[in-house]
């Protein structure tokens, strides 16, 4: 089992609607996880974090955290053509802070 | 911009080559991380450098090696290249050893022929 697993897709939604991506993680002991977005040929680039079960909102992205489920959650409200991208979930590996496993990443495509 | 910078952008290099690239971090982080991701796959961490040492290391073969420079840039080195070492090679600087956020360069794209 991978440490952090993330359904591939393709996931595509009309502009306007709400994404949602997920990722389940196997470690019980991870803390805090992040979500980053990759436009095709570019870099990572960090979106949300959350480090406590519930939901951390910021504008149009909400990630949930159940800890109890191992479960990370991303969502995009009100979808824009310019959110196509993949979508990479994250943990740190333990006890550090900033050597993360990544997910095989989810590609979102959000149609006009 | 991150302010991370990685050179050289593209390379093309043939099996058992050896290949060297390099990463400038961004001014005071004193953490790099580098990472290799294949294609339609997710980035594997390969290891971390702080304050010119190795502090972590993933699942890479020794061939796999690195520096961290007094100025904390870093070089990532491959020995004996194989075809399934093509990917995009990321690196990634932190402020500090512990903090979570880690800041990607543009990534390096090596072709192994």
């Known amino acids: 089992q991978k440490e952090v697993e993330q359904n591939s897709g393709p996931l595509s939604v009309p502009e306007g609607a709400i994404a949602s991506l997920n990722c389940t993680y196997s470690?019980?002991?991870?803390?805090?996880f992040f979500w980053y977005r990759q436009y095709s040929g570019k870099s990572p680039e960090l979106i949300m974090s959350?480090?406590?079960?519930g939901d951390k909102e910021d504008g149009r992205f909400t990630a949930q955290l159940n800890k109890a489920s191992q479960y990370v959650s991303l969502l995009i409200r009100d979808s824009q053509p310019s959110d196509s991208a993949t979508y990479l979930c994250?943990?740190?590996?333990?006890?550090?802070?900033?050597?993360?496993?990544f997910g095989t990443g989810t590609s979102l495509t959000v149609i006009p | 911009e991150t302010g991370v910078t990685q050179s050289p952008t593209h390379l093309i290099k043939t099996r058992g080559q050896q290949v060297t690239l390099r990463c400038s971090s961004q001014?005071?982080?004193?953490?790099v991380s580098w990472y290799q991701q294949a294609l339609g796959q997710g980035p594997q961490f390969i290891f971390q450098?702080?304050?010119?040492?190795?502090?972590g290391r993933g699942n890479f073969p020794p061939r796999f090696s690195g520096l961290q420079f007094p100025n904390y840039s870093s070089e990532l080195n491959v020995n004996a290249l194989e075809l399934d070492d093509s990917a995009l090679y990321l690196c990634?600087?932190?402020?500090?050893?512990?903090?979570?956020?880690?800041?990607f360069g543009q990534g390096t794209r090596l072709t192994v022929v």
């Open positions: 450098y702080y304050r010119e040492e190795e502090n």
């Open positions: 470690d019980r002991g991870s803390q805090s």
């Open positions: 990634a600087s932190s402020l500090r050893q512990g903090d979570t956020e880690a800041f």
């Open positions: 001014s005071g982080h004193n953490t």
């Open positions: 994250a943990a740190p590996r333990t006890n550090t802070g900033n050597q993360f496993y």
């Open positions: 959350i480090y406590s079960n």
